[in-house]
């Protein structure tokens, strides 16, 4: 059972144009939420995050939109630059303390010049 | 990623053998976590540590995984007994925090483990 579902295996966009990442997920217990990016052959970075008590988070480009009554994530990139081009992963941090993260599947994005 | 050190970053074994894979967190980080991605999916927790202490191992198969954090030295995560499906890559992070949120956002990945059991 996929607890964050990353239902777009992969997304283009042009340089300069805003990227759109999805995340849905399934526990309500979940309510912190978080967006790694991963270049190949590397660990994972964290991004941004979001706390469920929020409904957006911005960090200069990176906006993070969280919409709790659907239980759906975004990340928006805007302007778009190549060197965004990797996965981006989106997890999930339960109630109560715990360090466990949960991850989706991953959305391999790229930016075409 | 600079700090959290893995290795080795390729690994093959022959099925059957034993896999250690050694986690040097960054400096003064006393909480390591283990990741494993098998291919095609999200990264899922394993087991979290602390210096000579597990604190959760949730994550980790019942048998022929086991891992250590000890006070000397690097974590390590081994795997007894090797089978083609433990083919993976396996991540691990360190914080200095205890305590989700920092530790969450705090936490540093290592450039991961490639595991190949052949």
């Known amino acids: 059972d996929q607890q964050v579902k990353q239902n777009s295996p992969s997304l283009s966009v042009q340089e300069g144009r805003i990227s759109i990442l999805n995340c849905d997920y399934t526990?309500?217990?979940?309510?912190?939420f978080l967006w790694y990016k991963k270049y190949p052959a590397e660990g994972p970075t964290f991004l941004i995050s979001?706390?469920?008590?929020?409904d957006k988070n911005e960090d200069g480009r990176f906006t993070v939109f969280l919409n709790k009554s659907a239980k759906h994530l975004s990340l928006h990139i805007v302007p778009s630059q190549p060197g965004d081009s990797a996965v981006y992963f989106c997890?999930?941090?339960?109630?109560?303390?715990?360090?466990?993260?949960?991850f989706g599947k991953g959305t391999k994005l790229t930016v075409n010049p | 990623n600079a700090g959290v050190m893995q290795n080795p970053r390729h690994l093959v074994r022959r099925r059957g053998q034993e896999a250690r894979l050694r986690c040097s967190p960054m400096?003064?980080?006393?909480?390591v976590y283990w990741y494993r991605q098998l291919p095609e999916e999200g990264l899922k927790f394993m087991v979290y540590?602390?210096?000579?202490?597990?604190?959760?191992e949730s994550g980790m198969p019942k048998e022929r995984f086991s891992a250590e954090f000890p006070k000397e030295g690097p974590s390590i995560l081994r795997i007894q007994q090797v089978v083609r499906g433990d083919s993976a890559a396996y991540f691990c992070?360190?914080?200095?925090?205890?305590?989700?949120?920092?530790?969450?956002?705090?936490?540093?990945f290592g450039q991961g483990t490639r595991l190949t059991v052949v």
């Open positions: 992070a360190s914080s200095p925090l205890t305590g989700v949120r920092a530790s969450t956002t705090e936490a540093f």
């Open positions: 526990n309500s217990m979940f309510d912190y």
């Open positions: 979001i706390s469920s008590i929020k």
């Open positions: 997890a999930a941090n339960p109630q109560g303390g715990s360090e466990k993260l949960v």
């Open positions: 400096k003064g980080h006393s909480h």
């Open positions: 540590l602390q210096k000579e202490n597990i604190i959760d």
